[in-house]
């Protein structure tokens, strides 16, 4: 084998020819890669191959070799090779073999001409192809809004990948690189996830259709127009939309209840103090009325898209008694569960804020509110945590996530002031990650050649994102640009630019699987090995410098993400599987691991695992959540208050997974059984959906499986998590000492 290896090595050497591809990129010559391909070939003809097999291959490449080299000496086509290779395969009487090498080429340029065929994807989705319908876990393709949504997506799909730059396009198609949400950009200008400048909004008034919507007046209709934004928001963009500080946004519209509910106790009540109780007893129960009627309408809304907006509040930093007062209605609404089942509702997303000197000690003004948001997570699995001290050192300044994870960095406007609200996302694009491993085959020097090209390609993506969504006019989105939610009110006349340019918009290179990269290289257990950890760390610093430095030259914010993965954990698998086979610990499961995360199959202590992972989001600041797995702790709240406490100066955003499924025909309360089919109570075996409520972390966001199918990759991995609690209650026995 040895001998076999400095073959290559010399073969590669001679040959000093570019190939130029057929989107036009160009790239040294490889003569290895048609060894591999060739050996491909015969193993899906033979399954296993003997030692004169291989050397028949060895004669094969030779030749190869010597009919490129008396016809090239510069460029070739990579069809002229593929040629070439079809040819030597029938001269060597290698007919099986040459048959499956045509076969498989052919099928990927089916494959091709098929993504950009609108009938054959339309085919698709009437057929309900589960790689169409399914994409998305909380997209319900049953409905006829989402069922319409899907059919414009999946045109738009195949108009979107012409439009593509071809190098793109290509990159896509194969695996090499993601570009995320296909369905609506290229075709649409649109924009990604945003924090929404309520603020603004509410103070000054906005437009919707025809009517024209003045400041509220109370904490009630405050959260009315909250709904009313967040659904024409999500109707204009594809990504997740975010309140920002919503305690301290709506506590003025409370205080206006307050001071009505004042008025209106000074003509019946004497004593003061009286009536500042009654006002007060009297505006609790409006703010919690309007925070319920918020949960409601935001899980009974449906955007144009077909789908409840994904929507995020933040909250957590007020003092005052309105704003504590609106904290903690939002998390005893989430407590209480929606409808007369008291089902967990799925949006929204809850992120509450802890900081020192506020509500970490139990001398901190708002500790009670911390107690109210543990007992919270032990229920309904959110609020997620922000570290306040971490966010500001992570990304520059303070604010909340924008959708699930994606985060903005500190950004001043022309006057010095910080700007977080009313800023967004201009897209995604997610490099394969272990692909570039698989394909370096173990050769450090080679994987980093190999990331430079595909990287290269991704920074292609990006550029075209927002160039394509400058391309936007304000009358596209009126709701975006014109009145409010992106902060400046633009006129029809100006250019949308003005909202993105000078690093105020962000764009993102995502990425997932390291892990498996760094199993690659190292094995599967890799995790304590201080030179496997430094390089996993040193190739998403890779990542990080490479944005820093398109941000000078591009003028717009390259961030680094960890991608959520919904069903790129399974497509980037599955596809990865069919090129290079079941490869122990790395194809073999089903799905890749998301982004920086610890194994999920192995079982360190939550401790552990955010000492691990905290190294990454230094890198990754555009975009990173840290998980940690529980048994059920509805009677320890002061085992998950230590890892919190724990994780403050250690991680930015903390997320708890804890079992929370109801089975409402037995009453039973705890982890559902993951079966193959999906969720079965483990009590008396229910798994009809209308009487079972089974609540997992698809992505960032909850979701119920049960109730809507996900990708096979997504499923499995949460079959891992549930079989393999990274806790037990031994883990925690000291933690609430």
């Known amino acids: 084998m040895l001998e076999l290896n400095e073959k290559q090595k010399i073969q590669s050497e001679t040959l000093k020819i570019t190939i130029i591809k057929r989107d036009g990129r160009k790239t040294a010559f490889d003569l290895n890669k048609i060894r591999q391909a060739i050996i491909k070939a015969a193993k899906s003809v033979q399954k296993s191959l003997s030692p004169i097999d291989y050397q028949n291959i060895e004669n094969v490449v030779d030749d190869v070799e010597a009919e490129i080299k008396s016809r090239f000496q510069k460029d070739v086509k990579i069809y002229e ?49 589960e790689s169409v319908v399914n994409e998305n876990a909380n997209k319900d393709s049953n409905v006829f809004n989402t069922q319409r949504d899907l059919t414009a997506g999946t045109v738009a799909k195949a108009i979107g990948l012409k439009m593509l730059p071809p190098q793109v396009a290509n990159a896509h198609l194969k695996g090499d690189i993601h570009w995320h949400d296909l369905d609506y950009t290229p075709y649409e200008p649109m924009t990604n996830c945003c924090l929404i400048d309520f603020k603004e909004m509410l103070n000054h008034g906005f437009k919707i259709g025809n009517a024209e919507v003045e400041p509220p007046h109370s904490i009630q209709v405050a959260t009315a127009q909250m709904a009313q934004i967040i659904a024409n928001v999500a109707s204009s963009q594809y990504g997740g939309c975010s309140s920002d500080r919503t305690d301290e946004v709506l506590a003025p519209f409370a205080m206006k209840n307050f001071t009505k509910h004042q008025a209106e106790a000074k003509k019946w009540i004497d004593d003061p103090c009286k009536q ?72 929204p997303k809850l992120v509450f804020t802890l900081k020192r000197g506020l509500n970490l000690e139990p001398e901190d003004v708002n500790y009670d509110i911390k107690q109210l948001a543990l007992e919270c997570a032990t229920k309904r699995m959110y609020p997620d945590v922000v570290s306040y001290d971490m966010i500001v050192k992570l990304t520059g300044s303070f604010k909340a ?55 290269d390609i991704c ?98 914010h390259f961030s680094v993400y960890g991608t959520p993965a919904e069903s790129l954990t ?11 086979g079941s490869i122990p610990d790395i194809t073999d499961k089903d799905y890749y691991t998301n982004s920086f995360h610890y194994d999920v199959r192995k079982k360190p202590t939550p401790f552990e695992k955010l000492k691990f992972e905290s190294a990454y989001p230094y890198y990754s600041s555009g975009g990173f959540i840290h998980y940690c797995e529980y048994p059920n702790l509805k009677q320890n ?18 997320g708890t997974n804890t079992p929370i499924d109801q089975c409402f025909k037995c009453g039973f309360k705890g982890e559902f059984k993951a079966t193959e089919r999906g969720f079965k109570c483990p009590q008396c075996g229910n798994t009809d959906p209308a009487t079972v409520d089974v609540v997992k972390r698809t992505c960032g966001y909850l979701g119920n499986p049960n109730q809507r199918p996900m990708v096979h990759g997504r499923h499995e991995e949460i079959r891992h998590r549930v079989k393999h609690l990274t806790l037990s209650n031994d883990h925690l026995a000291g933690a609430d000492s």
């Open 81 to 129: 090779i593929q040629n070439i290779v079809e040819h030597t395969l029938l001269a060597h009487h290698q007919y099986e073999i040459a048959q499956a090498y045509i076969s498989y080429r052919t099928q990927k340029d089916f494959a091709r001409n098929q993504a950009t065929d609108i009938n054959f994807t339309i085919n698709k989705l009437l057929n309900k192809d």
């Open 637 to 654: 709240p002061r085992a998950l208050e230590a890892v919190w406490d724990y994780g403050y100066d250690l991680v930015g955003y903390l």
């Open 401 to 455: 996530p924008m959708g699930c994870r994606s985060f903005l960095q500190g950004w001043k406007d022309e006057n010095g002031k910080d700007v977080e609200s009313g800023r967004m996302n201009l897209g995604v694009v997610t490099i394969n990650l272990p692909r570039v491993a698989l394909e370096s085959q173990g050769d450090k020097s080679k994987f980093w050649a190999i990331l430079k090209e595909r990287v």
């Open 459 to 556: 920074r292609d993506a990006l550029v075209y994102k927002v160039e394509r969504t400058k391309e936007a006019v304000v009358q596209n989105a009126p709701i975006l640009y014109r009145y409010g939610a992106f902060g400046k009110r633009l006129s029809s006349t100006d250019h949308v630019d003005k909202l993105f340019k000078n690093s105020r918009a962000t764009v993102s290179l995502g990425y997932i699987g390291l892990y498996e990269v760094g199993t690659v290289f190292y094995g599967p257990n890799w995790e304590p090995n201080p030179e496997a950890k430094q390089f996993t760390i040193d190739v998403v610093k890779y990542l990080h410098d490479q944005c820093v430095d398109w941000e000078k030259e591009y003028g717009y």
């Open 276 to 347: 500042e109780d009654y006002a007060k007893e009297r505006t609790r129960k409006d703010i919690y009325d309007a925070m319920q009627s918020l949960e409601y309408e935001i899980n009974t809304l449906y955007s144009s898209n077909g789908q409840t907006p994904f929507t995020t509040l933040g909250f957590g930093l007020g003092k005052s008694w309105a704003e504590r007062e609106i904290q903690k209605a939002i998390l005893q609404v989430r407590i209480d569960g929606l409808g007369t089942e008291h089902r967990t509702a799925i949006f």
């Open 570 to 580: 399974d497509t980037f698998c599955r596809l990865d599987k069919e090129k290079f």
